[in-house]
């Protein structure tokens, strides 16, 4: 309609895409194919439409967790440099179709690395960059990485596998900054909230600042608002989600008087049941803009989250316009309130002033 149509013309940027779940099932099988993993498809019987289709109908959460599984699972076909290269770049196209002018893109390297396949960090961070590069060129996309830790691979933490142990963080960090320092703008903290705080990373983000990076974590999206706080105290710069802030208004003044910028996903909190959950079921992002607080929107996992139905009955795409249309409905935004979440997610972004004057 016509709202999609001015949301697509806005310049916007996006600060919170992971680029693992930007991975649609079509692009899943193509690079398990070219890869010969077909055959490592659950229920995949060489019928590409049925197989495509049924993924999609596993894509219905109760809850963070419930995705995540199913997100690490699609990354088990990423192998060489190209799927990371191709996986960036179809992101980067849809994105510069929705009006994306800047994008901060998260990836995960201890999934790639360690977890799912023993690649080289190399692989990945050459195939994402070479994508960010040829985006700038071919599309006017200024796409830049945040490399995010996982906040559940800690020795603590009884269901990792396997165990992490306490210093594999920092030396990932370590090799990032040794041979890739120019090829990522920042750091991130991702995956399982509940349970592991910030606080544990707190070496981690400490050894990044000091090497240039700019930091960012998820806090308040399944887990307190006392977690937001620790993101903040170890130099945390934006936070990733943090609607549970409005549960504790002294989070709240803190994150207004400071101008700390929120890149909440208002389909992702839909579909993983936040809303739900947390907030009785109304998006959050009127409560937080009636606090003062600097609101973003961004889509967090486009791939995983579409298929939102709206309070009025319509139904949205999982990629930024969507966000944008979902919330202006839910929240009875304004022409002049949707310009203002734009416009913030410009001025929120790493981007240098210089670079910014190109976006808008
Ligand atoms: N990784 C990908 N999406 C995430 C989310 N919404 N929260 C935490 N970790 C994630
Ligand atoms: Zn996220």
């Known amino acids: 309609g016509e709202l999609a149509r001015f949301v697509r013309g806005l310049p916007k940027a996006e600060l919170h895409v992971h680029i693992e779940g930007t991975f649609e099932p079509e692009l899943i099988l193509a690079i398990a194919e070219r890869n010969g993993l077909e055959g490592k498809l659950a229920g995949y019987d060489g019928d590409a439409e049925a197989w495509c289709e049924s993924q999609r109908s596993l894509r219905n959460f109760d809850d963070l967790q419930g995705f995540l599984d199913l997100y690490y699972a699609g990354c088990d076909v990423l192998r060489s440099e190209d799927d990371f290269y191709d996986l960036c770049m179809s992101y980067c196209r849809k994105a510069a179709a929705g ?93 399982s909230e509940a349970g592991n705080p910030p606080s544990i990373f707190r070496g981690v983000f400490q050894r990044a600042r000091a090497a240039g990076l700019r930091c960012v974590a998820h806090a308040g999206e399944e887990g307190p608002a006392g977690y937001i706080t620790e993101a903040l105290d170890i130099g945390v710069e934006r936070i990733d989600h943090g609607v549970r802030c409005l549960e504790e208004p002294t989070v709240v003044r803190r994150l207004a008087q400071e101008r700390v910028p929120l890149t909440v996903c208002p389909c992702s909190n839909h579909r993983l049941q936040v809303v739900r959950r947390f907030f009785g079921g109304e998006n959050p992002v009127r409560a937080m803009l009636n606090a003062g607080l600097v609101v973003t929107l961004n889509s967090d996992d486009p791939a995983y989250f579409f298929g939102h139905v709206d309070k009025f009955g319509g139904t949205h795409g999982g990629y930024l316009p969507a966000n944008y249309v979902v919330t202006a409905h839910e929240c009875g935004l304004s022409a002049d309130e949707v310009v203002v979440l734009a416009r913030n997610s410009l001025e929120s972004s790493f981007a240098s002033p210089k670079e910014k004057e190109v976006h808008i």
């Open 99 to 191: 009006g994306v002018r800047r994008a901060e893109i998260f990836f995960d390297p201890q999934t790639h690395t360690v977890e799912r396949n023993a690649l080289p960090l190399s692989v990945v961070i050459n195939g994402l960059h070479r994508a960010c590069v040829d985006a700038k060129t071919g599309l006017g996309l200024d796409a830049a990485l945040i490399m995010c830790f996982l906040r559940h691979r800690h020795p603590g933490c009884t269901w990792a596998s396997p165990p992490a142990p306490a210093e594999e963080p920092l030396s990932v960090l370590e090799e990032a900054i040794a041979n890739h320092r120019h090829q990522i703008i920042g750091v991130g903290l991702d995956s």
